[in-house]
Each structure stands twice: as structure tokens, then as C-alpha cells.
T-cell receptor, first 112, second 115 residues
Framework: AQSVTQLGSHVSVSEGALVLLRCNYS??????LFWYVQYPNQGLQLLLK??????LVKGINGFEAEFKKSETSFHLTKPSAHMSDAAEYFC??????????FGAGTRLTVKP | DTGVSQDPRHKITKRGQNVTFRCDPI?????LYWYRQTLGQGPEFLTY????????KSRLLSDRFSAERPKGSFSTLEIQRTEQGDSAMYLC?????????????FGEGSRLTVL
């Protein structure tokens, strides 16, 4: 079955610094990959998704992710962190458009 | 597009009581999913429906849990004889299903506290 692993349960960056959140996937067939963000007491919002088109995917709020098949990775990046980026980020995978599996999440803290 | 709505947002109950959560998906979505999320963890898949058919159930869904989607629209998740370990956020999501890219749209969740 497909799965994702998020490396680092907590990442802390300074405002204006690069954000890098790591995600590796496991799947025997080509996956669809997603990044969701969850703000306190809110539901999950889609940041971006990879669906086998372009390997570099751009999402909302200046985030992007690159699908690297050779590394089975789908890391999330943002060039310059903003205070409003502080949240929980989840990587997720689905195969054949069935149930979606999530990673354990990475909490991003942004220091002023 | 009114989004996915869940009710109630919060439920506090005593151990042994039954609770029921309701989810109203986005109207044109034929797939509906239930997930459970505990503190510090990602959402864990419980079950999903294609229209009114329940197509998959996780091993996490014990006999005390039952989900229905009788007319292929809203869904209910019932937990019987609640236990303290059932305390969690129960998330509902919907998608267009076949022909879509699998993106899920989530509600804000129903938080259950079992005392």
C-alpha cells in the first residue's frame, strides 16, 4: 500500500528564511502527491498537488514542491518564510484515485 | 460551493455513551471520506463511500463504529459505547471521485472528548 514519511516533526525558521519540509513516498505505482496545510482549529487546505504532469508544482502562498522519482521525494519549499506560514503541514499520497494516506505532519514555526 | 460542513463541531460525552457525527459534502461530489486525527498525528483513514456504497473500511474502524451514507448525499459516523481512546478529531472530506485527481476537500472537523 502507498504511504508517505515526513522527516522532522517540527521545523523552525526565521522570518525571511528558506522553508524546506521533507516528504518521501512509497508506492508501487505512479502516485498522486499532495501537500495540505492546517491552521489551528481549522480543516485541512490544499497547498498544491502533483498529478504526473510537471514535476515542479507551484501552489498557493508562494509554496512549491518538486516530484523526484529517483529519490521518491516530494519536498515542500518556500523561498522566504512569513509569520503567517506558521501551521501544521501534511504530505499525502493517493494511488488510482482511491483513499488518501497522510504523513504524521510537520509543525512549522516562524521566528520574528 | 458551500464547502464540506460537519456537525457538531465539538462533542463532550461520558464513556459508554453513543455519539453521532454528520457530514454534508460538497453537493456535486460523489465520494465521501472519514478520517480520524489525534494530537500531533496526521489524519488516519477510516472509511470512504462512492455515492451510497461503502467501498473501503480501515482496520481502525472497530465494530463500535458505523458509517452510513443512505442517499449518497450526507453521511453519519456513529460511535457506540465510547471509550476514552476514541477522543480525537473526526474529519470528513469529499471529492469528485472517478475522473478527478484525487484532491480531497475537508470540513473543519468534529472534536470528540470522552470523559
Amino acid at each position: 500500500a502507498q504511504s508517505v514519511t515526513q522527516l522532522g516533526s517540527h521545523v523552525s525558521v526565521s522570518e525571511g528564511a528558506l522553508v524546506l519540509l521533507r516528504c518521501n513516498y512509497s508506492s508501487s505505482v505512479p502516485p498522486y502527491l499532495f501537500w495540505y496545510v492546517q491552521y489551528p482549529n481549522q480543516g485541512l487546505q490544499l497547498l498544491l498537488k502533483y498529478t504526473s504532469a510537471a514535476t515542479l508544482v507551484k501552489g498557493i502562498n508562494g509554496f512549491e514542491a518538486e516530484f523526484k522519482k529517483s529519490e521518491t521525494s516530494f519536498h515542500l519549499t518556500k523561498p522566504s518564510a512569513h509569520m503567517s506560514d506558521a501551521a501544521e503541514y501534511f504530505c499525502a499520497v493517493t494511488v488510482n484515485n482511491n483513499d488518501m494516506r497522510f504523513g504524521a505532519g510537520t509543525r512549522l514555526t516562524v521566528k520574528p | 460551493d458551500t464547502g464540506v460542513s460537519q456537525d457538531p463541531r465539538h462533542k463532550i460525552t461520558k464513556r459508554g455513551q453513543n455519539v453521532t457525527f454528520r457530514c454534508d459534502p460538497i453537493s456535486e461530489h460523489n465520494r465521501l471520506y472519514w478520517y480520524r486525527q489525534t494530537l500531533g498525528q496526521g489524519p488516519e483513514f477510516l472509511t470512504y463511500f462512492q455515492n451510497e456504497a461503502q467501498l473501503e473500511k480501515s482496520r481502525l474502524l472497530s465494530d463500535r463504529f458505523s458509517a452510513e451514507r443512505p442517499k449518497g448525499s450526507f453521511s453519519t459516523l456513529e460511535i457506540q459505547r465510547t471509550e476514552q481512546g476514541d477522543s480525537a478529531m473526526y474529519l470528513c472530506a469529499s471529492s469528485r471521485g472517478t475522473g478527478s485527481t484525487g484532491e480531497l476537500f475537508f470540513g473543519e472537523g468534529s472534536r470528540l472528548t470522552v470523559l
